[in-house]
């Protein structure tokens, strides 16, 4: 019987990546997001183009309510989830926090935090009874190191660095793995979100680098959980190659 791997996020960039990355490789996938006119078209071409199976999913992770609902709803044939991927997030603003916006900080916490807290209260324990499983949380550079303005978008994703390595240290004792994958900076939509849709601006900030592409990025996901059960890649940081540090790349050399 085939794998399932369940991913937020799936509507563009990272997320998207991995669905690409693991239909390729034969895994159902169910493909989360709010947008699902994306997620229709995601679908179509990897069902035809890798002949498996995907069901894609209307979703909002803040909304806790219907995280829950959406799992405990699965089909039978889908609810048996041996790869999660904790991929939705988003950055709002780059604002000094002195100057920062109150609803900004609350859809960070809310996306990247809670968020990912309801899916993996939604799918782990099953995880652990089954004694198997996979967590993928995507979090960043910035977990490690911040930058001016990157005040609480790093706090969200230090909080994932940290989140994972305690359900490594809960889950304990099941054959179940957490692993952390953290890149550096990918041209995706990312920059466009950040900065309300100011294309310009979004823009500017992979001129003169050349960025990951969210496809390097799928890959090491996809090596990560295709290792033995007994290997547990922790945590892996991917940066471009023209960038050494959240401040320092080469267009600031
Ligand atoms: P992206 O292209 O903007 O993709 C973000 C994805 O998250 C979209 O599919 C979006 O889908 C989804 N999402 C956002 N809010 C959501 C919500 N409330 N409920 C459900 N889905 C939601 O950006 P990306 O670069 O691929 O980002 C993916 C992850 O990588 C994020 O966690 C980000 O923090 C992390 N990351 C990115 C970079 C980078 O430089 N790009 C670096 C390090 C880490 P909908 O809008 O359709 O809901």
């Not at 048996?80 to 603003?93: P, R, V, W, Y």
């Not at 604002?95 to 807290?117: A, S």
């Not at 979100?193 to 890959?219: G, H, M, T, W």
């Not at 059960?229 to 471009?240: A, G, R, S």
Request: aromatic residues 6%; neutral net charge; hydrophobic residues 45%.
């Amino acid at each position: 019987m085939s794998k399932i791997a369940f991913i937020s996020g799936a509507s563009s960039g990272i997320g998207a990546a991995c669905a690409e990355i693991f239909a390729k490789n034969g895994i159902d996938l169910i493909i989360a997001a709010r947008r699902m006119g994306r997620l229709l078209e995601l679908k179509e071409r990897c069902e035809e183009k890798y002949r498996v199976e995907i069901l894609p999913i209307k979703l909002d992770v803040t909304d806790r309510k219907a995280v829950f609902d959406s799992f405990s709803g699965l089909p039978e044939k889908w609810s048996n989830i041996d790869i999660l991927i904790n991929n939705a997030g988003l950055s709002k603003g780059l604002e000094k926090i002195q100057d920062g916006k109150i609803d900004n900080w609350e859809k960070m916490i809310d996306t990247n935090i809670k968020g990912l807290l309801y899916v993996t209260k939604a799918v782990l324990p099953e995880m652990i009874k089954r004694n198997s499983g996979t967590v993928v949380n995507i979090a960043s550079i910035a977990g490690h190191e911040t930058y001016p303005g990157g005040n609480v978008y790093c706090a969200t994703k230090a909080a994932v660095l940290q989140l994972s390595k305690a359900i490594r240290m809960d889950v304990l004792g099941s054959d179940v793995r957490v692993i952390s994958i953290d890149p550096g900076m990918v041209e995706t939509e990312f920059s466009l979100v950040r900065f309300d849709n100011d294309e310009q601006r979004a823009k500017q900030v992979y001129e003169n680098i050349e960025p990951l592409r969210a496809e390097d990025i799928a890959e090491a996901v996809w090596f990560a959980v295709s290792r033995p059960k007994h290997v547990t890649i922790e945590d892996m940081v991917i940066m471009p190659t023209q960038q050494a540090s959240t401040m320092l790349n080469i267009k600031k050399l």
